[in-house]
Antibody, heavy 121, light 107 residues
Framework: QVQLVQSGAEVKKPGASVTISCKAS????????VHWVRQAPGQGLEWMGL????????NYAQKFQGRVSMTRDTSTNTIYMQLNSLRSDDTAVYYC??????????????WGQGTLVTVSS | DIQMTQSPSSLSASVGDRVIITCRAS??????LNWYQQKLGKAPELLIY???SLQYGVPSRFSGGGSGTGFTLTISSLQPEDFASYYC?????????FGQGTKVEIK
């Protein structure tokens, strides 16, 4: 069965960097784009960007340009999301999500369990 | 960026009630609209894609409609397990954007 398993919770100081992993299984890794979405405590969902595992190309939300990097390791079917220069308002649960395609329409059909990143001095 | 606005932000309803949540896009997104359900402490789950297509395994009491800029999510008869937050999301153009969410609570 399809699974996206994320790395564990992190506590970081302001200005630091965090890297979250998302290990995919149960499907052909390079066939499905993977996006990252975050959710601050008590808030809604915010799209951060996507990675295409086949070639490694990315598309980031303008808000995170210059601060985020998404990469993959095709030997382990793992996607990584690194966020730099952390601020307190980066405290959130970060999700990876797989895209499914239906006649040209795209949506997120499988999600990771989420990784809580807490930024605090 | 395309702004997605949901209404209401929250609602109280009873088991068996018909519930309608609306989502409005700031520009035409055709039918590139998805709906997700999120329960407390869990990842979102896909309910509806392409505005009106029911995701496999989702109960038929959930339905979606609309196109262009106006969309609805309808729960025909609210069940205890439906108390959750619901989000619309446009997949028409990047950056993909979500509505602010609608929390459905027990009356």
């Amino acid at each position: 069965q399809v699974q996206l398993v994320q790395s564990g919770a992190e506590v970081k100081k302001p200005g630091a960097s965090v890297t979250i992993s998302c290990k995919a299984s149960g499907y052909i890794f390079i066939d499905r784009d993977v996006h990252w979405v975050r959710q601050a405590p008590g808030q809604g969902l915010e799209w951060m960007g996507l990675l295409k595992p086949r070639g490694g190309s990315t598309n980031y939300a303008q808000k995170f340009q210059g601060r985020v990097s998404m990469t993959r390791d095709t030997s382990t079917n793992t996607i990584y999301m690194q966020l730099n220069s952390l601020r307190s308002d980066d405290t959130a649960v970060y999700y990876c999500a797989r895209v499914t395609y239906s006649s040209g329409w795209e949506s997120f059909d499988y999600w990771g369990q989420g990784t809580l990143v807490t930024v605090s001095s | 960026d395309i702004q997605m606005t949901q209404s209401p932000s929250s609602l109280s309803a009873s088991v068996g009630d018909r519930v309608i949540i609306t989502c409005r896009a700031s520009q035409n997104i055709n039918t590139y609209l998805n709906w997700y359900q999120q329960k407390l402490g869990k990842a979102p789950e896909l309910l509806i894609y392409a505005a009106s297509s029911l995701q496999y395994g989702v109960p038929s009491r959930f339905s979606g409609g609309g196109s262009g800029t106006g969309f609805t999510l309808t729960i025909s008869s609210l069940q205890p397990e439906d108390f959750a937050s619901y989000y619309c999301q446009q997949g028409y153009t990047f950056p993909w954007t979500f509505g602010q969410g609608t929390k459905v609570e027990i009356k």
